[in-house]
């Protein structure tokens, strides 16, 4: 080798230059890669955080509203709640409906506390927080919605309450 000085020399760069260019591709690879997670951890996290925010603001209402206790549930009245909705156990009503269309709304929202439909989206919120990714879980979060609201019309009409006045009822909420 000692005869061939310069060709030393050249295989002796080409072999650090090869080592060069594969650790800087390692560099690139764990970038993309620390890139990749840290994105996902952050979408996740704020997935999380707007579903703990969400139920924070709930419980809020909950506390500056009036509560009457029953058996099944505890009915929250409040001012502010322009469309009803149940919340774990508890409904949330405002002050304008006539009586016959309260009772449509209290029926249809017992349903939904009987079948534990905010434990069921709850953990979906989870569960689409987690796999945000997956185009599965935010059509499964839809459907189930639909889902659960037809089960809860469908209790409302076993009921008695009429047809027709009980569309009247949902799209007066509307």
Same mark, same amino acid.
Not at 58 to 71: D, F, G, K, V
């Given at each position: ?16 230059? @090869? ?139 076993? @009921? ?15």
């Amino acid at each position: 080798t000692a005869a061939y000085p310069a060709v030393e020399t050249q295989v002796q760069e080409a072999v650090a230059n @090869e080592t060069a260019s594969h650790s800087v591709g390692f560099d690139i690879k764990a970038a993309t890669g620390l890139a990749a997670s840290s994105i996902y951890i952050l979408v996740a996290l704020a997935s999380l955080g707007l579903t703990v925010y969400n139920i924070i603001k709930i419980q809020r209402l909950r506390r500056r509203s009036r509560l009457t206790h029953t058996a099944e549930y505890t009915l929250a009245e409040n001012e502010d709640i322009k469309t009803p909705f149940s919340f774990l156990m508890t409904i949330f009503i405002g002050f304008d409906y006539e009586h016959w269309e309260r009772l449509q709304i209290l029926t249809h929202e017992a349903s939904h506390i009987r079948h534990r439909h905010s434990f069921e989206r709850i953990s979906l919120a989870i569960l689409r927080s987690v796999f945000w990714f997956n185009p599965f879980f935010w059509m499964a979060e839809t459907d189930l919605k639909e889902v659960q609201e037809w089960e809860a019309d469908k209790d409302v009409l076993s @009921e008695g309450y009429e047809l027709k006045t009980y569309r009247t009822t949902i799209f007066k909420q509307l």
